[in-house]
């Protein structure tokens, strides 16, 4: 039935831009139906909580993040890995200026934000945020043995701890960058990644 | 009069615990007041609202923060500024997994917290936890100074981006340390920082 599976996939459209700009706290079933168009009695056909639908909207965003986002800088073959990690922040800042514009304010990292607000409330969605972590962590480790192969960095580089770094560095900026409504401290990721390698 | 200024320290105390373990919007006033032992009527008396509560949590927060970690570790005179930036990760790791023991959960850092989960949705706190980030890159650069009076690291070290390369870092590992409930990955921060220093 193409009716419900399309207001299916508005409620999960919807939720996640509301959860990530917002918070999923801040955001009721009832405020997510009402935007979507969809009645509360269809949310409950599909999900059978609110915390399902995070789940699936966050499976939405590392969808749209890995497609958008990490194919086209870490993941990508053609680039030197330094430069994909750089280019990773670059497109990171683009997107928070990009949500800033829309929206007023900055949102930080849909994961991080997921993971903050609710690891100590839902066992669920934290290690739903934590495997999500390990995938970027993958990805930032396809950089790193690029930038091996190419000879950028030391061949003694330890990799999986390289790869933590970035994703660690980038959860950090963008809470900073939350915090001072400043998106372009993610330009920051390519150049200290650089020291913290070279 | 002695009840209410121990009727507000309570609230104070017991907001500044419950908003660190929980997250602010996952709280509410009333409970905030039950397990303070303080009736609804007089949160009023001393807060316009719990927002102002909030705010008045987080510089309490602070200012254990900055006596029982800072003072002891990135301010100490005595210890050299790579050791200090070391002993800083310790000791919040230890925090964390003091809070772990006595909540089941990781909180991560109470100002991250505050910065993820309202920077978008209430100017004002964004504000405060901005300010609290520049003390803490203040707190920071005093053991980067240490460490290139010291000789540690070169005198050509751009002071203020490698304080808040310390800060930046530490807020990125209070978020995975929550999405993991990992407390040790707080132990990363004096080794990595002295990988990037030196």
Redesign the interface.
């Known amino acids: 039935m193409a009716g419900e599976s399309n207001a299916k996939e508005r409620l999960v459209r919807t939720a996640s831009t509301l959860m990530y ?3 999923y ?2 955001v009721g079933v009832a405020e997510i139906c009402s935007a979507a168009g969809v009645n509360k009695g269809s949310f409950y056909h599909f999900f059978d909580s609110k915390e399902a639908l995070a789940a699936e909207a966050l499976e939405r965003s590392w969808a749209w993040m890995r497609s958008t986002i990490h194919e086209r800088s870490l993941e990508d073959p053609a680039k030197g890995g330094l430069d994909a990690i750089e280019e990773y922040g670059v497109r990171l800042a683009d997107e928070l200026a990009q949500r800033e514009a829309e ?6 990292c849909v ?3 997921f ?3 609710l ?3 839902n066992e669920n969605v ?1 290690a739903l ?2 495997a999500r ?1 390990d995938e970027m962590v993958d990805s930032a480790s396809l950089a790193i043995v690029r930038s091996i192969e190419l000879g950028e960095i030391s061949p003694a580089t330890d990799v999986d701890q390289a790869a ?2 970035v ?10 960058a ?4 400043d998106p372009d ?1 993610l330009r ?1 990721l390519g150049p ?1 990644m650089r ?2 390698l070279t």
Request: proline letters at 2%; charged letters at 20%.
């Open positions: 700009v917002r918070g706290n801040s929206s007023g304010g900055v949102p930080g994961f991080g934000n993971a903050v607000e690891s100590t409330q934290r945020v934590s972590f933590h770094d994703i660690t560095l980038m959860e950090g900026l963008m809470v900073l939350k915090a001072r409504r401290l920051e200290t020291r913290l």
